[in-house]
């Protein structure tokens, strides 16, 4: 069955530091997508990047690099020069080909410390 | 380009009485995605809807239903409210279901108190 595990539940990070939040997962689908989304307090996702299981390269956006080991189904986000305002909870989430729905992780909430 | 909107943001209702959600996705997409997000069980998928069809269900009781409008609005519904109701209620919206690589924008969520 397909599953997201996040396994830090919080974490710190000094201001300007870059910080790696884990993701594994699990399916046996070939084909599938990985996201990572941001929640800050006020509840709203916002997309932050996206890794296709066929992809080559890792995925980057802005500050946002995922560091994508298919063989070891890790999907890790990785936040470069932290700044305050990331300070939010981070979800990992899978969407398998066939399915139309995405499978989140537990989150992580991250604080970025001045 | 607007986003994806959710009515209300806020709602208290008591046990037993029902809810009506709703959902307007970006303009052109046609799915549209309801998640629940409770502190004990996380994100959890409770319906897609494409032109109007159900295409996907979660798993949750028939408390809970939904429906797509020609205009790809979307609302969901639970009856008969209980206590473990109470989450925040996410709506998502996709312009290609079919493909892998898309995403979902989310709404703010209604955020849903039962009393």
């Known amino acids: 069955a397909q599953k997201i595990t996040q396994t830090q539940p919080g974490m710190f990070v000094q201001e300007k530091e870059a910080v790696t939040l884990d993701c594994t997962y699990d399916?046996?689908?070939?084909?599938?997508?990985l996201f990572w989304y941001k929640q800050p307090s006020s509840g709203e996702m916002i997309f932050l990047i996206y890794?296709?299981?066929?992809?080559?390269q890792n995925a980057t956006e802005g500050r946002y690099s995922l560091n994508f080991q298919k063989a070891r189904k890790s999907a890790n986000l990785v936040i470069s020069a932290s700044q305050l305002g990331d300070s939010a909870m981070y979800f990992c989430?899978?969407?398998?080909?066939?399915?139309?729905?995405?499978?989140f992780g537990q989150g992580t909430e991250l604080s970025v410390k001045p | 380009k607007a986003g994806v909107t959710q009515t209300p943001r806020y709602l208290i209702k008591t046990r037993g009485q029902q809810v009506t959600l709703s959902c307007s996705p970006i303009?052109?997409?046609?799915?549209v995605s309801w998640y629940q997000q409770t502190p004990g069980q996380g994100l959890q998928f409770l319906f897609e809807?494409?032109?109007?069809?159900?295409?996907n269900k979660g798993n949750f009781p028939g408390r809970f239903s939904g429906r797509q409008f020609s205009n790809s609005r979307s609302e969901m519904n639970v009856s008969t409210l209980e206590l473990g109701d109470s989450a925040l209620y996410l709506c998502?919206?996709?312009?290609?279901?079919?493909?892998?690589?898309?995403?979902?924008?989310f709404g703010s969520g209604t955020r849903l108190t039962v009393v």
């Open positions: 989430a899978m969407r398998e080909d066939q399915g139309g729905k995405l499978i």
């Open positions: 809807y494409f032109s109007e069809t159900q295409r």
């Open positions: 303009s052109g997409h046609r799915s």
């Open positions: 399916t046996s689908d070939p084909s599938y997508g």
């Open positions: 890794q296709g299981s066929y992809d080559q």
């Open positions: 998502a919206s996709s312009s290609n279901p079919g493909q892998v690589n898309y995403g979902y924008t």
